[in-house]
DNA sequence: CGTCTATTTGAATGTACTCAAAAGCGGTGG
DNA sequence: CCACCGCTTTTGAGTACATTCAAATAGACG
């Protein structure tokens, strides 16, 4: 929960009572490894916020291949989009390490908006960040080969690149797992 | 005005007093078509509104192309990511039509998140909305084809279809405007 | 109406994919 | 703690989608 505290702090100020609300609202929650916390198809329910371990948020395409979206690790909010209408979910959220979550529903979020007005701010900032991040993303995308963005994932997350399996990182880069093999490879050569 | 204030009330409740603080801080400007209102490597000073006409956003690539990542038309926002913290920006924002914007800069902006905060939640529902859209467009990278893409654009947005340039559209798309007029032309026969 | 820019068409090429199979590695059970 | 099984990664060969470069045609703005 201090993890949460203080990321928020980060962007905004919390009172004594602010913090108690927040620590109420929440819940707290271990998963194994390899265990799907959000299901494609179900009502996204909650939202996730990790403080351990890491995950994968993927969708499965018309022609039932699998995507990753995105990671998270701890310090790192994650949740499917339907979350904020209540609708059924678009990606499955998996653990990829065993892992500790706070979560929240969308009653509870709600209500923390409304006795937690900063809240609002915090998560203005908190989305400006991940926009941006998506727009450098589809840049990348646009602009470098596969090469350039796989050099550029593994000198940005040196952590990532060791932890996670190289099929997810390849499905992160839009590349298939066969050719980010051969990239490595051709990379070592320098 | 009313149609900035109009799109806010769409989102959050507006006092009249919040209403008039609102109109003071931003300004109107009119622009011809292919002018250029933020230029990248300058200081993205101010955020725009669109009240009329037409945009593009883009950056250019280390090899001099351009790639349009984003328009804007009546009713939507339209900026570089550098205001946030006053830095340079990456794209360069241009008007493709004959324009007129909403404009504001960064004290402005903070003041009136701090005199209006409801403001806050507003841009945390608009920012929502936005990355989900980056989502999904990301998603449409992975597992659709450039002809996909494209009949799915032109779906979603009819008008943009004929108003903007081919090689814009092409360029969003992240195609080449060649492989774009070919896709057309194999459209049209079924 | 003329010029400049955008679009179309053609031909050759490249980046990344698909399918198949072998090799390597790690987690789980004994 | 080791060994096995299954999943992940590597390697190979052929292929496809989209690009590049060049030139002709069409279209739009002033």
Chains 1, 2 share one sequence.
Not at 81 to 89: R, V
Not at 90 to 97: D, G
Not at 122 to 129: D, E, P, T, V, W
Request: charged share 30%; with cysteine; aromatic share 14%.
């Amino acid at each position: 929960m201090d993890l949460l505290l203080n990321n928020i702090e980060q962007r905004v100020s919390l009172t004594t009572k602010d913090k108690k609300t927040i620590s109420e609202k929440f819940r707290k929650k271990s998963f194994k490894r390899k265990e799907v916390i959000v299901e494609a198809g179900e009502i996204s329910k909650h939202m996730y916020f990790v403080t351990k371990g890491c995950l994968r948020a993927f969708y499965t395409d018309k022609n039932g291949f699998e995507h990753v979206v995105n990671f998270a690790v701890e310090d790192w909010w994650i949740g499917d989009f339907g979350f904020h209408d209540q609708s059924a979910a678009t990606l499955t959220i998996e653990t990829l390490e065993n892992s500790e979550v706070l979560y929240i529903d969308k009653n509870g979020m709600d209500s923390l908006y409304e006795e937690v007005s900063v809240l609002d701010r915090y998560f203005r900032i908190i989305l400006q960040k991940a926009l941006e991040a998506q727009f450098q993303r589809i840049m990348q995308i646009n602009s470098f080969s596969a090469e350039e963005r796989y050099v550029a994932f593994s000198k940005k997350y040196p952590q990532f690149d060791k932890r996670i399996p190289q099929k997810y990182l390849a499905s992160y880069l839009g590349i298939t797992p066969e050719f980010l093999s051969r990239l490595k490879k051709d990379l070592l050569k320098h």
